[in-house]
């Protein structure tokens, strides 16, 4: 049986109800300053990406989570012997909107240290930079789903990322035609 890590270097992934990961996090986070869990539960992250778009002419950024129903959370929940503290079983299993720790139902596993490491480093990564919404490559087939050729499928053969255009070759009249599509107006076929 592998060591149990120190307290501060377990790290669980808990799976909540998908759409209300930032409301358990916030949840959690009153809940170890009221009931003064701040020795056992030391952090809790939702992890999140920044992605822009361009629609209709205009740039957007929004977030949008890497791990839709699942959260980390850093806490003290296996003692030396590998057995649950008891009253930091209690507080997680207590939290609305928790369903279970991923992997296994009735005994938590933490992750790894290097997998902590990676994923960690992976969502600081993402959170800092934006990455376009969608991600095109020159060569992709996709179909035209708005405008003047909805429902066309077309080859990409440029991509302008600062301006969210696509140019794309669609056959009209027997002809391969390049046309200026935004992101938002092809789907990959």
């Known amino acids: 049986m592998p060591a149990i890590p120190a307290p501060h270097d377990q790290w669980y992934v808990l799976h909540v109800r998908a759409g209300l990961e930032q409301r358990v996090r916030e949840n959690m986070e009153r809940r170890?300053?009221?009931?003064?869990?701040?020795?056992?539960?030391?952090?809790?992250?939702?992890?999140?990406?920044r992605v822009s778009e361009v629609k209709k002419g205009k740039r957007s950024e929004s977030t949008r989570k890497v791990f839709p129903g699942y959260i980390l959370a850093n806490m003290w929940l296996l003692d030396e012997?590998?057995?649950?503290?008891?009253?930091?079983w209690h507080f997680v299993k207590e939290t609305d909107g928790f369903l279970n720790f991923a992997g296994t139902k009735d005994h938590p596993i933490p992750l790894r240290p290097k997998e902590v490491e990676v994923l960690l480093a992976q969502v600081r990564e993402r959170e800092e930079g934006v990455k376009p919404k969608f991600m095109f490559s020159v060569g992709d087939t996709v179909r035209v789903a708005d405008g003047p050729f909805e429902s066309q499928t077309g080859i990409i053969e440029e991509i302008d990322p600062e301006k969210g255009l696509l140019r794309v070759s669609v056959n009209i009249f027997g002809r391969s035609t390049p046309v200026d599509l935004e992101y938002w107006q092809v789907e990959k076929a």
């Open 81 to 88: 012997n590998n057995k649950p503290v008891v009253k930091t």
């Open 32 to 49: 170890i300053q009221s009931e003064e869990m701040g020795d056992l539960v030391f952090e809790v992250v939702v992890p999140t990406e």
